[in-house]
Antibody, heavy 120, light 109 residues
């Protein structure tokens, strides 16, 4: 069955970077987009961007351009999101989600989430 | 400030029907499908309705979705205590990004 398993919780200081991983299994990795969505405490869901695991092409939401980078390793079936210049407002649960064969296709399956805490 | 507008809260008693609205614009809800997610605390969001009115396998037919123009709604019929959760609408926007509603916290009284 389709599974997305994310890396563990992180605690970072302001200004640092964090890299969260999302390991996919149970389907053809290169056939489906992976999206990243985050939820800050008490806030709603926020789309961060998406990566085409086949081409490696990404589309990053405007709020994260210049700070977020998405990459993938097709040999290990892992997608990564790297967020730099962390600030307290980046404290959130970060989710990866499998989309469809194109970017506008809905997120069908989500990872369990990775809590990132930014604190001095 | 979320791009799609949802009421922050909704409530109902067991057995009732509750409707949650989602309002957007021509570039998102007006021209693309609307999808709904159920989010229980401490768990990953779950796809509840896709393509505005389709249910993934395993989702009870008590849940239904509809869309008209730039608005959409989620209806939950025969409300149960386990339906207490946060509900989010989402849509692809023609600006090439995904947008979400702010979420509606459903309380079963």
């Amino acid at each position: 069955q389709v599974q997305l398993v994310q890396s563990g919780a992180e605690v970072k200081k302001p200004g640092a970077s964090v890299k969260v991983s999302c390991e996919a299994s149970g389907y053809i990795f290169t056939d489906y987009y992976i999206h990243w969505v985050r939820q800050a405490p008490g806030q709603g869901l926020e789309w961060m961007g998406t990566i085409n695991p086949d081409s490696g092409n990404t589309r990053i939401a405007q709020n994260f351009q210049g700070r977020a980078t998405m990459t993938r390793d097709t040999s290990t079936r892992i997608v990564y999101i790297d967020l730099t210049g962390l600030r307290s407002e980046d404290t959130a649960m970060y989710y990866c989600a499998r989309g469809g064969i194109s970017a506008p296709d809905v997120f069908q399956k989500w990872g369990q989430g990775t809590m990132v805490t930014v604190s001095s | 400030q979320s791009v799609l507008t949802q009421p922050p809260s909704a409530s109902g008693t067991p057995g009732q029907t509750v409707t949650i609205s989602c309002s957007g614009s021509r570039s998102n809800v007006g021209s693309n499908y609307v999808h709904w997610f159920q989010h229980l605390p401490g768990t990953a969001p779950k796809l509840l309705i896709y393509r505005s009115n389709e249910r993934p396998s395993g989702v009870p037919d008590r849940f239904s979705g509809s869309k008209s123009g730039t608005s959409a709604s989620l209806a939950i019929r025969g409300l149960r205590s386990e339906d207490e959760a946060e509900y989010y609408c989402a849509a692809w926007d023609d600006s090439l990004l995904w947008v979400f509603g702010g979420g509606t916290k459903l309380t079963v009284l």
